[in-house]
Every structure is written in structure tokens, then in C-alpha cells.
């Protein structure tokens, strides 16, 4: 299955006080606002997802979500390839029941 995030770019974004996510490549991350001698700590991986998130935002206390989907099911689907946009509101805290986070590699 081919997805369009190499056309997204990486966001990061404060979602509450002091708690920062980075959506990137189909997976969110946790970061700590703070650098300590000069590096960074805390990078940690919150939950895996096979969502087009084109941007997401704190508002109103929850965490809002945009989308951008298609739902192709191989077969006389009439809508497969035209994007369906939408908003998603929800708890923070609601990303951690999502697909567990799972990958492998390194720099």
C-alpha cells in the first residue's frame, strides 16, 4: 500500500503546556521542550497510525486533528483517489491507544 507522507513535512507542535508532539512518517513522538548540554532528551515514541495528518493543533483543550483520506477497496469505488478532508477533536491522551509503536533502524 502506498501512503502520500513523503509529500508531508514533519510537524511539531506544542499540544498542552510544555508537551510537545512530532508527527513523522505515520508516527507520533513525545518531546521534551527542553535541551540539556546541548542535545536533546526524551525522544520517545507515542503510537504508529496510517493517517495523512497534514497539520494538528491544541484547541479548546483538545487535540485537533486535520485529515486528508482516500478509501480505496480495489474495486468500483467511485471516490477512491479524491482526498476526503476532515477534522478529528479528541483527548492528548487518546493517541497512546492507537497502533502500538513499532520500527526499526537507527541513525
Given amino acids: 500500500m502506498s501512503h502520500a507522507w513523503q509529500t508531508e513535512w514533519m ?19 513525545e518531546l521534551q521542550p527542553v535541551a540539556f548540554e546541548n542535545r536533546i532528551w526524551g525522544v520517545k515514541p507515542v503510537c504508529q497510525h496510517l493517517r495523512i495528518i497534514p497539520d494538528y493543533c491544541a484547541f479548546r483543550g483538545l ?11 480495489n474495486d468500483n469505488n467511485a471516490v477512491a483517489g479524491q482526498p476526503q478532508a476532515g477534522l478529528r477533536f479528541g483527548k ?4 497512546w491507544a492507537w497502533g502500538k509503536p513499532a520500527g ?4
Fill in 63 to 73: 487535540l485537533a486533528l486535520g485529515g486528508n483520506q482516500t478509501s480505496p477497496n
Fill in 92 to 95: 492528548t491522551d487518546d493517541l
Fill in 104 to 107: 526499526w533502524g537507527g541513525p
Fill in 11 to 29: 510537524r511539531i507542535r506544542e499540544v498542552e503546556t510544555e508537551h510537545y508532539l512530532r508527527d513523522i512518517q505515520g508516527m507520533f513522538y
